[in-house]
């Protein structure tokens, strides 16, 4: 009878625990059943990233894949390791036959070339790289997709890489950035600089020097000025896909002739003249499949061009150029056709200060005799720039 008892009794108790259990449950607002659409595995990346915290600058949560991409291994990360990397990452479901073995593809396959304008690792830039810990504060994964995925992704690099020389004299604004902060251009998936601008000298010549050895060690071509006239006036062809796409870098904007590159000492390629400039492009014609000239012109914060920028983009397709981006301006210009092929005025800042209403991508892709022309409008605040 004892016996049966105790056994009445542990029942009950154990009833009551499981009651409680239940009870303590609802009461958590967890329910029986997980959200509707939200399974178990979405329930664990939710907690593993979390939703950025009030104040964190736009982006740091976006791209998880690209950040972790991105992590720099003793400063030798390259675009196409990062391209690679994500690809990996994109296709690791994928049977190893889907997976290409190297970048660069087939000879034959389409080229894209994508150019933006002005970029300054501003106060604001920096700060918003800082607190997403990476390019993803800088970016939105729009526009990284459009970087890395790029074959060529070029840009005027608006400052020089030092932190030696002298500061301009009677100059408003002077920029220049530690040459280790070259690893964002190449998180930004940056290929090619031209230096050719008002900026690069601000420190002195040490500005052309440093900058130099800092792209070169990242890995990133340049073109536009140089330790002497030749450095700065010479051609430099990347070969993708079996087309050879030639560029140059020009300025009609600097402070005093001196910033002009002359035979024994450094500079920018002075296009005040244009017939450097216009025999150099007829040079290069003869060595390339498809030519851009990428100008330093205009006047800041005009929207429309001058008529001297009309007439020298003209000039320059005229001499053989397929392609004439323009940059200085800081806003938005028009794009032209001449001839059947485009003349941008000017991009507009793309990376720069707090605010940027309006820029764009100009995204080229030759598909054998097809070139197809694409306009990614973008916008940026805070130092984030986004698409639009």
């Not at 390791?81 to 660069?104: C, F, K, N, Q, Y």
């Not at 053989?320 to 001449?338: K, T």
Request: glycine fraction near 12%; hydrophobic fraction near 35%; proline fraction near 5%.
């Amino acid at each position: 009878m004892e016996k049966g008892k105790r056994i009445l009794l542990t029942l009950l108790f154990v009833i009551l625990a499981a009651m409680v259990i239940m009870a303590g449950t609802f009461l958590a607002g967890g329910g029986l059943k997980p959200r509707p659409g939200v399974d178990r595995g979405e329930r664990e990346i939710a907690q593993a990233y979390p939703e950025p915290s009030e104040g964190q600058t736009a982006g740091a949560e976006a791209g998880q894949e690209i950040k972790d991409s991105q992590e720099m291994k003793n400063g030798q990360e390259t675009k196409t390791s990062i391209r690679l990397e994500t690809a990996a990452e994109e296709t690791e479901m994928e049977t190893d036959a889907d997976v290409p073995e190297e970048a660069g593809g087939e000879s034959g396959e389409p080229c894209t070339l994508l150019f933006a304008g002005d970029v300054y690792l501003s106060e604001h830039v920096l700060g918003a790289y800082s607190r997403a810990g990476n390019i993803t504060g800088v970016l939105d994964q729009g526009i990284l997709k459009e970087t890395l995925e790029a074959d060529i992704f070029m840009v005027n690099q608006e400052f020089p890489f030092t932190d030696r020389g002298t500061k301009a004299a009677d100059k408003q604004f002077t920029f220049r950035l530690p040459p280790e902060k070259v690893s964002i251009l190449t998180e930004m998936g940056v290929d090619l600089v031209t230096l050719a601008n008002n900026h690069i000298l601000d420190f002195g010549p040490e500005g052309i020097t440093d900058s130099i050895k800092a792209l070169d060690g990242a890995g990133i071509r340049h073109v536009g000025a140089g330790e002497n006239r030749d450095q700065a006036e010479r051609l430099e062809i990347l070969e993708v896909h079996g087309k050879r796409i030639g560029f140059l870098g020009t300025s009609r904007v600097y402070m005093s002739a001196d910033w002009a590159a002359g035979p024994d000492h450094p500079g920018v390629f002075s296009t005040y003249d244009p017939a450097r400039a216009l025999e150099a492009i007829k040079t290069a014609r003869g060595q390339c499949d498809y030519l851009v000239v990428y100008v330093h012109w205009g006047v800041e914060r005009e929207t429309e061009p001058k008529d001297y920028q009309r007439a020298m983009g003209r000039q320059y397709i005229d001499a053989g150029a397929d392609l004439v981006i323009g940059s200085h301006p800081h806003v938005l210009q028009p794009v032209e056709y001449y001839n059947g092929k485009p003349i941008v005025y000017s991009l507009g800042n793309f990376v720069f200060g707090s605010s940027i209403p309006s820029t764009i991508l100009f995204k080229v892709v030759l598909d054998g005799e097809e070139i197809q022309v694409t306009e990614i409008p973008c916008t940026s605040s805070g130092g984030y720039t986004r698409l639009k």
